[in-house]
């Protein structure tokens, strides 16, 4: 017996859908003030990198710590998803940030409170999915689904990371600020970074073969292809000679 039923937790997950979606289509409009779109009037800040590894860190050690309380320590399934999930998030809470070059940049305050209440919202999503109302099992991981999902989940893995990896090489090479990135699927859009994500969790979806696994790549979508739009029109913006056959997230499409 669970803490809450099948469709009261579906019916949750369907109202986090639905501000998804309203995000998505004000983050048109008004692009989240970080990064490249920090400007004033937001409240106080800190340094981004602090407030990157603050904002982040929830959703490793929250997943962590629903496994330990919650999850079934004999099941492979549980293990693996935990090691996954906690994995990526490791990387993006403590390994990005400390090697980004970003030690004068600042952050809302605000923006870390936003994305520490996502984290704690898709854990909670997350976990009770895979923890308590799931039956995954042995068989889960000779399935279909699973050889599918784990091979997208790293391949876009793959490049998520060695995008990041170009960007800190780049700041490494010419200094702080801005640059036109090149090499890998830099040559053919502004933001292979995110892409690699949506990738990411795409393969999380198909691997989980959950709604939960869907509404957070769905989220993922809402929260970052507006900023890829975003970003895109700033380095064309910025930079004069900015290779026009780029695409903003979506190679050959957008």
């Known amino acids: 017996m669970t803490f809450i039923s099948q469709s009261t937790f579906n019916l949750f997950l369907f109202a986090w859908l639905l501000i998804g979606i309203v995000a998505f289509v004000y983050l048109f409009f008004q692009s989240a003030p970080y990064g490249k779109h920090v400007t004033k009037g937001w409240g106080p800040e800190i340094s981004a990198k602090a407030g990157w590894i603050i904002e982040e860190c929830p959703a490793f050690f929250l997943m962590l710590a629903y496994f330990l309380v919650a999850g079934d320590y004999t099941n492979p399934v549980h293990i693996i998803f935990t090691v996954l999930y906690c994995g990526h998030y490791f990387n993006r809470s403590f390994i990005w940030p400390m090697r980004a070059q970003s030690t004068n940049k600042k952050m809302p305050l605000m923006v870390v409170f936003s994305a520490i209440g996502f984290n704690f919202i898709n854990v909670f999503f997350q976990g009770t999915w895979i923890f308590l109302l799931s039956d995954y099992s042995y068989g889960w991981l000779t399935t279909i689904p ?16 060695r995008s990041d990896e170009i960007m800190i090489n780049l700041r490494k090479e010419k200094g702080d600020g801005y640059h036109i990135p090149e090499g890998f699927l830099f040559s053919k859009v502004s933001n292979p970074n995110y892409l690699g994500e949506f990738i990411e969790w795409l393969g999380w979806a198909i691997m989980t073969w959950s709604w939960a696994g869907l509404v957070f790549f769905l989220w993922t979508v809402c929260n970052l292809f507006p900023r890829a739009i975003s970003n895109h029109n700033w380095y064309k913006n910025k930079f004069e000679d900015y290779p026009g056959n780029r695409k903003a997230v979506i190679p050959n499409i957008i």
């Open 146 to 161: 699973f050889y599918i999902g784990l091979l997208v989940f790293f391949l876009g893995f793959y490049i998520n990371v």
